[in-house]
Nanobody, 114 residues
């Protein structure tokens, strides 16, 4: 199983980025994005089930949108109206069907700064 995260970068406050997480080596039920900011603990940003049920942290509601393409085994995180406090390493996470094993991708750094 491999999760490949991409799409991070440097963006100005108010800007947008889209993260992608391509999963391979299995089928996955829940896919999610976590983040870990400087000096902070890792936190759940958003998750999406295989059926499309979504969940968001209060801090990103209305600004971030999670989606997935089941045919491609890929999850996306569209991040709009970015704030400096969104600066973090973003990690994708997926729960494998049947085994319920949890897998992590490598992080992708998002920096929001002017």
């Amino acid at each position: 199983v491999q999760l490949q995260a991409s799409g991070g970068g440097l963006v100005q406050p108010g800007g947008s980025l889209r993260l992608s997480c391509a999963a391979s080596g299995g089928m996955f039920s829940v896919m999610a994005w976590y983040r870990q900011g400087p000096g902070k603990e890792r936190e759940l940003v958003s998750s999406i089930s295989g059926g499309g049920t979504t969940n968001y942290a209060d801090s990103v509601k209305g600004r971030f949108t999670i989606s997935r393409d089941n045919a491609k085994n890929t999850a996306y995180l569209q991040m709009n109206s970015l704030k400096p406090e969104d600066t973090a390493v973003y990690y994708c996470n997926a729960v494998r069907m049947f085994t319920r094993a949890v897998h992590w991708g490598q992080g992708t750094l998002v920096t929001v700064s002017s």
